[in-house]
């Protein structure tokens, strides 16, 4: 059942995961934000006229100062988008931008029922939303824009070119490739790209996880975690509802044909059979997905050992093979954010050994390489390399040491999987002394992202004034739009909020006077 809670700072959302036996809770808040929060900071949100939803704009409206009583003061930081040196700052152009959008705000989707897919621009058939709810909804937009983000459910609606790169990444899902690297610049909107590839393959029939590679929550080198991350964040539509992995789960093993093939997985054929047997059994749900060790002895171990590579490919190539040979999708696409955090600089010499070894293994999978199908068919297929451990012997990927945790990557030849790395171009470095990772990263297709063209930052700048202006009823006289910094789309978006707070608070006054009054501070 969907536990919405609600948090001082960051609003209302919904409970994705546990750990430490429930004292921190991983939440999806409605403004974008996704983190792990400690249960004592969380609450139970009251009774309002708004329906828990996933991934709905619900917020708390901040409180209205009482008449005559100035809003508190906001200069930029130094540390803030807008911190620059005043010997850097242009003049101010004579024609600077005017606020955009003389209509007034654009109309903002509503919160709905769990599970259902939100409306992206309400047309003449559909009520806008309440003026009030308008407001809150538009509020946790800024909220989100403000860290340079976008909520999920608006990506589509901030988008500022990116065609060209959407028409590859179709191009690529209809290829017999299985890998894509996009390449980019911190900044550079490579996160907002997966969101909008999400968006799209969602709506085209594909399965859609999401994982961003972090050295402390889910680094490459602790398998287990990264699949623990993908069936967290896993979603695939039915009909006109948005289902996650359990929903997954719970229909194969109530489907018939198909998966009398799917019993024969090591993980996924226990899971069918046991819950077959009894459907409320919830440490068979905590095993299946990780978050426990199983406490009977006829389930498989889902171990955390950093030689676990194989165990994690295995599972999500059986994933694909789910989403593709029973559910009728195109196949299961994982997004991986951040995958420069393999650099070499956040482990230990092992570590990162293994880092490279799950990344290769994902990316072998993934392109159904020869090597692994020929280790999960053929006999005595792991050799072991005297004082250095279990190799395959055809693809040269570590094995644990453990016979009955040897399980092979790939689970069928088909694996329905298709997978997208986002990088940043100086990590290459990083394993340069290994050559097969070298290969596998370098050899797959690539998308070069490049910063978005002076239109394409107008557009972008428009939109977030239509936003800004519905949020708080502010209605900006002048924007120095030449001010802004634009080599970054994420530095950009935030600038433009910071900009029109200065205003906000600041009356009268000249943004560029604002900028350059901080910074000799």
């Given at each position: 059942m969907?536990?919405?809670?609600?948090?001082?700072?960051y609003?209302?959302?919904?409970?994705?995961?546990?750990?430490?036996?429930g004292?921190?809770?991983?939440?999806?808040?409605?403004?974008?934000?996704?983190?792990?929060?400690?249960?004592?900071?969380?609450?139970?949100?009251?009774?309002?006229?708004?329906?828990?939803?996933?991934?709905?704009?619900?917020?708390?409206?901040?409180?209205?100062?009482?008449?005559?009583?100035?809003?508190?003061?906001i200069?930029?930081?130094?540390?803030?988008?807008?911190?620059?040196?005043?010997a850097?700052l242009?003049?101010?152009h004579?024609?600077?931008?005017?606020?955009?959008g003389?209509?007034g705000?654009?109309?903002?989707?509503g919160a709905?029922p769990?599970?259902?897919?939100?409306?992206?621009?309400?047309?003449?058939?559909?009520?806008p939303?309440?003026?009030?709810?308008?407001?809150?909804?538009?509020?946790?937009?800024?909220?989100?824009?403000?860290?340079g983000?976008?909520?999920?459910?608006?990506?589509e609606?901030?988008?500022?070119?990116?065609?060209?790169?959407?028409?590859?990444?179709r191009?690529?899902l209809?290829?017999?490739?299985?890998?894509?690297?996009?390449?980019g610049?911190?900044?550079?909107?490579?996160?907002?790209l997966?969101?909008?590839?999400?968006?799209?393959?969602?709506?085209?029939?594909?399965?859609?996880?999401?994982?961003?590679?972090?050295?402390?929550?889910?680094?490459?080198?602790?398998?287990?975690?990264l699949?623990?991350?993908?069936i967290?964040?896993?979603?695939?539509?039915?009909?006109?509802?948005?289902?996650?992995f359990?929903?997954?789960?719970t229909?194969?093993?109530?489907s018939?044909?198909?998966?009398?093939?799917l019993?024969?997985?090591?993980?996924?054929?226990?899971?069918?059979?046991?819950?077959?047997?009894?459907?409320?059994?919830?440490?068979?749900?905590?095993?299946?997905?990780?978050?426990?060790?199983?406490?009977?002895?006829?389930l498989?171990?889902?171990?955390?050992?950093?030689?676990?590579?194989?165990i994690?490919?295995?599972?999500?190539?059986?994933?694909?093979?789910?989403?593709?040979?029973?559910?009728?999708?195109?196949?299961?696409?994982?997004?991986?954010?951040?995958?420069e955090?393999?650099?070499?600089?956040?482990?230990?010499?092992?570590?990162?050994?293994?880092a490279?070894?799950?990344?290769?293994?994902?990316?072998?999978?993934?392109?159904?390489?020869?090597?692994?199908?020929?280790?999960?068919?053929?006999?005595?297929?792991?050799?072991?390399?005297?004082?250095?451990?279990?190799?395959g012997?055809?693809?040269?990927?570590?094995?644990?040491?453990y016979?009955?945790?040897?399980?092979?990557?790939?689970?069928?030849?088909?694996?329905?999987?298709?997978?997208?790395?986002?990088?940043?171009?100086?990590?290459?470095?990083s394993?340069?002394?290994?050559?097969?990772?070298?290969?596998?990263?370098?050899?797959?297709?690539s998308?070069?992202?490049?910063?978005?063209s002076?239109?394409?930052?107008?557009?972008?700048?428009?939109?977030?004034?239509?936003?800004?202006?519905e949020?708080?009823h502010?209605?900006?006289?002048?924007i120095?739009?030449e001010l802004?910094?634009?080599?970054?789309?994420?530095?950009?978006?935030?600038?433009?909020?910071?900009?029109?707070?200065?205003?906000?608070f600041?009356?009268?006054?000249?943004?560029?006077?604002?900028?350059i009054?901080?910074?000799e501070?």
């Amino acid at each position: 059942m969907t536990e919405t809670v609600d948090h001082e700072l960051y609003g209302t959302g919904i409970v994705r995961a546990r750990r430490y036996r429930g004292l921190e809770l991983l939440v999806h808040f409605s403004c974008g934000i996704r983190r792990w929060i400690p249960r004592n900071e969380l609450r139970a949100p009251p009774d309002r006229d708004v329906p828990p939803a996933r991934d709905s704009a619900l917020a708390v409206e901040p409180a209205t100062p009482p008449a005559g009583v100035r809003e508190r003061e906001i200069p930029p930081g130094r540390g803030s988008a807008l911190a620059v040196e005043p010997a850097s700052l242009p003049a101010v152009h004579p024609g600077a931008l005017q606020g955009a959008g003389a209509s007034g705000a654009p109309a903002i989707p509503g919160a709905v029922p769990e599970g259902r897919i939100p409306s992206q621009i309400y047309t003449g058939r559909r009520a806008p939303p309440s003026r009030g709810k308008a407001r809150h909804e538009a509020r946790a937009i800024i909220e989100a824009l403000r860290q340079g983000g976008v909520p999920r459910e608006k990506v589509e609606h901030f988008t500022a070119g990116r065609d060209s790169e959407l028409e590859e990444i179709r191009e690529w899902l209809g290829s017999g490739d299985g890998c894509l690297r996009i390449d980019g610049d911190y900044g550079v909107g490579k996160s907002h790209l997966l969101e909008l590839t999400a968006s799209h393959a969602l709506h085209d029939g594909w399965a859609v996880a999401r994982v961003e590679i972090d050295p402390n929550e889910t680094p490459f080198h602790r398998p287990k975690r990264l699949y623990q991350s993908i069936i967290q964040s896993l979603e695939y539509r039915s009909g006109d509802q948005i289902r996650t992995f359990s929903d997954m789960m719970t229909f194969v093993a109530g489907s018939s044909g198909e998966t009398q093939t799917l019993e024969t997985h090591p993980y996924f054929g226990t899971f069918i059979r046991h819950w077959r047997a009894d459907s409320d059994n919830e440490d068979l749900w905590d095993w299946i997905k990780g978050d426990s060790d199983p406490h009977r002895s006829y389930l498989p171990r889902l171990p955390n050992f950093q030689l676990a590579a194989n165990i994690c490919c295995n599972l999500l190539s059986g994933l694909g093979w789910i989403a593709k040979n029973i559910l009728g999708l195109k196949g299961l696409l994982i997004l991986i954010d951040e995958a420069e955090s393999i650099d070499k600089s956040f482990y230990t010499n092992y570590q990162h050994r293994m880092a490279l070894n799950t990344l290769k293994g994902l990316i072998f999978t993934a392109n159904s390489e020869k090597s692994l199908i020929e280790e999960a068919t053929g006999e005595l297929a792991i050799k072991r390399q005297d004082a250095g451990g279990y190799f395959g012997r055809y693809s040269d990927l570590r094995y644990p040491g453990y016979r009955q945790y040897q399980f092979p990557y790939i689970w069928k030849e088909e694996t329905g999987m298709k997978i997208v790395f986002a990088f940043v171009p100086e990590f290459f470095e990083s394993f340069a002394y290994d050559n097969d990772a070298c290969l596998a990263i370098t050899g797959m297709p690539s998308l070069t992202i490049e910063p978005l063209s002076h239109t394409e930052h107008e557009h972008l700048f428009r939109q977030i004034v239509d936003i800004y202006r519905e949020a708080y009823h502010f209605e900006p006289q002048r924007i120095a739009f030449e001010l802004l910094p634009k080599e970054k789309t994420r530095v950009f978006v935030k600038a433009t909020v910071e900009a029109l707070d200065l205003m906000r608070f600041h009356p009268g006054q000249d943004l560029q006077d604002l900028i350059i009054h901080d910074t000799e501070e």
